[in-house]
């Protein structure tokens, strides 16, 4: 198994450009997440997913959509990036939709620079 | 909402010695409480979680963690640092099947 893994591992946009951040697990896990990781701040909850077609917004969604057509794949895509989204992408996978209390699988993330 | 803090921003340890990471939480009933360490470069690993039961947590790598109602608090011990220990290490509480972590404690050990 490869577990969760995501691409690019890095990543420099100018401001108002729009990309999306791969996540793909293949341990057949129903929970998929993304969080964003800031100096101090720890780890922030972007948006979750339950399963495939079921999405809901974490604690920072502003700025980030998500869909989730399959089991596998969970992309996030900045619709138009601002510095203020410069940061370490993480996503992770749980095995049920219950989601957290499991053990969440991370992957080894995604550092985006917004000029 | 559910929140955890961690007081210790850096903390500097002697390889053999003992380390203590402090989590403080605040939630009025039982919290389902969990403690990750991520290497340089690296994502995120579970060290081990409490959910009920008895309140000292074994958990990988030598770790162990108390849950303390009273206090509000959740620790992270071992005994004995390695080298390899070298990390930061994420308190985190779950909110509503949503994780919520602290800003992390950065460990570093000297020879």
């Known amino acids: 198994n490869a577990g969760v893994t995501q691409t690019p591992k890095f990543q420099v946009l100018k401001t108002g450009q729009s990309m999306t951040l791969q996540c793909a697990q293949d341990?057949?896990?129903?929970?998929m997440s993304w969080y964003r990781q800031d100096p101090g701040m720890g780890l922030r909850l972007i948006h979750y997913?339950?399963?495939?077609?079921?999405?809901d917004q974490g604690e920072v969604p502003n700025g980030y959509n998500v869909s989730r057509s399959t089991t596998e794949d969970f992309p996030l895509r900045l619709l138009s990036a601002a510095p203020s989204q410069t940061s370490v992408y993480f996503c992770?996978?749980?095995?049920?939709?219950?989601?957290?209390?499991?053990?969440?699988?991370f992957g080894p993330g995604t550092r985006l620079t917004v000029l | 909402a559910q929140s955890v803090t961690q007081p210790d921003i850096h903390i500097t340890v002697s390889e053999g010695a003992s380390l203590e990471l402090r989590c403080n939480y605040s939630y009025g009933a039982t919290p389902y409480l969990f403690w990750y360490v991520q290497s340089p470069g690296q994502g995120l690993q579970l060290l081990l979680k409490y959910f009920s039961g008895d309140t000292l947590v074994q958990g990988i790598k030598g770790f162990e963690a108390e849950f303390k109602r009273s206090q509000s608090s959740f620790n992270l011990r071992k005994p004995s640092v390695h080298w390899s220990d070298a990390a930061e290490y994420f308190c985190a509480v779950l909110n509503d099947y949503k994780l919520s972590f602290g800003a992390g404690t950065t460990v570093t050990v000297r020879a």
């Open positions: 992770a996978s749980s095995y049920d939709s219950l989601g957290a209390y499991n053990e969440q699988f």
């Open positions: 341990m057949n896990h129903e929970y």
């Open positions: 997913s339950v399963g495939a077609g079921i999405t």
